[in-house]
């Protein structure tokens, strides 16, 4: 049934203009949170805290195997660690794609023309398309605004109330009253 569907719209399909593909690309990975950078510190300790045990044991005289049934890790991680010479470092990956990856064109041009509000970027986004969240949209403006977001400093409105102002009626509490307040 799709082959026979699929057979009917594929001379259409042809016509269609083929999508240029994005000229921006990332080079870098997206910032993480702090407490993903946290959890990923404190897992890499770990790793760094097997890593020496794993070679205090070998150096010892144990067998890998040993060492293997004792600390519950891999034969493949205690082999790689009993023998490397210094504590394994992965290498800079290329970033994954990201859900923002194919509407970067549309936000790099709305930043151009100076939108730096990320729920209406967010919202543009869902109109096209779009079905991440509005927090990945802040996490990557947050990056390229070009500054601190313009505050407005509100002033309290003056009392319009003249009693207030000049009321001399409430006398001071006395300082019997004033003892119970502290």
């Known amino acids: 049934m799709v082959e026979r569907w699929l057979a009917r719209v594929h001379p259409r399909l042809k016509l269609l203009p083929a999508v240029a593909p994005s000229s921006i690309r990332r080079v870098t990975p997206y910032p993480r949170a702090p407490s993903e950078m946290l959890a990923r510190a404190a897992a890499r300790g770990r790793w760094e805290a097997a890593y020496d045990d794993v070679r205090r044991r070998h150096a010892e005289g144990h067998s890998l195997r040993r060492i293997n049934r004792e600390t519950g890790l891999a034969r493949a991680t205690v082999r790689k660690y009993a023998f490397a010479a210094s504590f394994p470092r992965n290498g800079m990956r290329e970033p994954k794609p990201s859900m923002l990856d194919p509407y970067l064109w549309h936000l790099h041009g709305r930043l151009d023309e100076g939108c730096e509000n ?63 307040y502290l």
């Not at 949209?137 to 319009?160: D, M, N, Q």
């Open 118 to 180: 990320a729920e209406q970027l967010w919202r543009e986004l869902q109109g096209i398309g779009f079905a991440g969240t509005s927090k990945q949209v802040h996490r990557w403006l947050s990056e390229r605004r070009a500054g601190l977001a313009g505050t407005t400093i509100r002033s309290s409105p003056a009392p319009t109330d003249t009693r207030v102002l000049t009321s001399t009626a409430s006398p001071l509490a006395s300082s019997k009253q004033l003892s119970w």
